[in-house]
């Protein structure tokens, strides 16, 4: 079991930025590949970013590469999504997940774990 649980969502300016931090416990972290979904009210869960166990190899949706980094710290069990230039329709409740998979993938069903999720508003 992996137990997973983010921080870091919040009230924030279209432009402005969050870091939202997705802390692990249980088995072990670093043998697991990393991402963060997203869903906003009455849409499906989205993919937004995701990163190999590694770290060696990322992946990000279309719409937020140049804007959103993610990065793991495998000694902390950590792993991070930086989102710039925020944007009022990124409104939604960010998820981290954790699969055991090889590659990123953008399908929510191949994670395993899922964190209960963060709120991150974008005003205009």
């Known amino acids: 079991q992996v137990q997973l649980v983010e921080s870091g969502g919040g009230l924030v300016q279209a432009g402005g930025s969050l870091r939202l931090s997705c802390a692990a416990s249980?088995?072990?972290?670093?043998?697991?590949?990393m991402a963060w979904f997203r869903q906003a009210p009455g849409k499906e869960r989205e993919f937004v970013a995701g990163?190999?166990?590694?770290?060696?190899?990322?992946r990000y949706a279309d719409s937020v590469k140049g804007r959103f980094t993610i990065s793991r710290d495998n000694a902390k069990n950590t792993v991070y999504l930086q989102m710039n230039s925020l944007r009022p329709e990124e409104t939604a409740v960010y998820y981290c997940a954790a699969g055991s998979v090889v590659s990123v993938t953008t399908t929510p069903k191949t994670y395993d774990y899922w964190g209960q999720g963060t709120q991150v508003t974008v005003s205009s």
């Open positions: 249980g088995r072990t972290f670093s043998s697991y590949a």
């Open positions: 990163i190999s166990w590694r770290g060696g190899s990322t």
